[in-house]
């Protein structure tokens, strides 16, 4: 790479911000450490130019937090632990997917069980535990964590279901008959809660793993951007022989091989 010599404010006309940020981007470490003149004035690099371009993209996949933290921890060395902070944000995204994948699964489970008829007046917490199958006692416990929302009846302070709580109550018990943990059975109760037509949850979950996608994507080619930049400076190389100068030794030498060496 030829490593020309910048001006602060002509790198930081290349990526559009104020030569403030890019002094803090060298203070904070996430670009490479800058010589100075003797009049205390920093000289910049085509290297620097090149961190910065993929500073931005880093942060258009990874985020502006977890590219500080990697750029930062390859600039001091810390090849461990730029790359487990890499691998935290690809293995974030797979969470996600499953548990889209999870919701959307509790839901079409739901879907295809009919909902129980609900009295006109409401039902009781009794009347509840009968038509789902379960105790009072779990009723209330759904109620805690948020899952229920009966209301109360004016003068006696009995809880009231009306048809839309009957429903979640039915939901929880089928979904929790099925194994399925609160936080996706909360998950398909706000989304039932909030688009209402099963159609609607189907076309959120579907918009929400396309994103998810362009997410992903994103992320690659920032991760491969980033490689580029190590490999273009010769740190991706430097790294990889730290790696094997702290691997286990290569199977012994055969005699030929060890009167070769000497």
């Known amino acids: 790479m030829r490593i020309g010599r910048w001006r602060v404010v002509d790198v930081a006309a290349t990526a559009g911000i104020s030569t403030q940020q890019v002094r803090n981007y060298l203070d904070e470490g996430v670009l490479p450490p800058a010589t100075r003149t003797g009049s205390g004035y920093r000289v910049l690099t085509d290297v620097h ?38 691998d935290a944000g690809h293995a974030e995204l797979d969470r996600e997917r499953a548990e889209i994948r999870r919701v959307l699964g509790a839901f079409e489970t739901v879907v295809a069980s009919p909902a129980v008829a609900a ?36 003068g006696t302070g009995y809880r009231v ?14 979904l929790r008959r099925g194994g399925y943990p ?20 189907r076309a959120e979950l579907a918009r929400r793993e396309q994103d998810l996608h362009q ?12 490689y580029g930049y190590l490999a273009a400076t010769g740190q991706a190389a430097a790294s990889l022989e730290a790696g094997e100068s702290a691997s286990p030794a290569s199977p012994a030498e055969s005699p030929a091989d060890s009167a070769r060496a000497n």
Do not use: N
């Open 49 to 86: 130019v090149h961190a910065l371009a993929v500073l931005r993209r880093m942060a258009e996949g990874h985020g502006w937090a977890r590219t500080r933290e990697v750029m930062a921890a390859v600039h001091r060395g810390e090849w461990a632990a730029a790359l487990a902070a890499l």
């Open 182 to 201: 609160f936080e996706i059975i909360a998950a398909v109760l706000d989304e039932m809660r909030t688009t209402g037509r099963p159609q609607r949850v």
């Open 119 to 154: 009295p006109r007046r409401g039902a009781r917490i009794g009347e509840v535990a009968d038509l789902v199958g379960v105790r009072t006692s779990q009723l209330r416990l759904w109620e805690q964590r948020g899952l229920l929302r009966p209301v109360r009846a004016p």
């Open 161 to 174: 279901y009306d048809a839309a709580e009957l429903r979640a109550a039915q939901v929880v018990a089928l």
């Open 215 to 226: 997410r992903s994507l994103r992320r690659l080619r920032a991760s491969a951007e980033f």
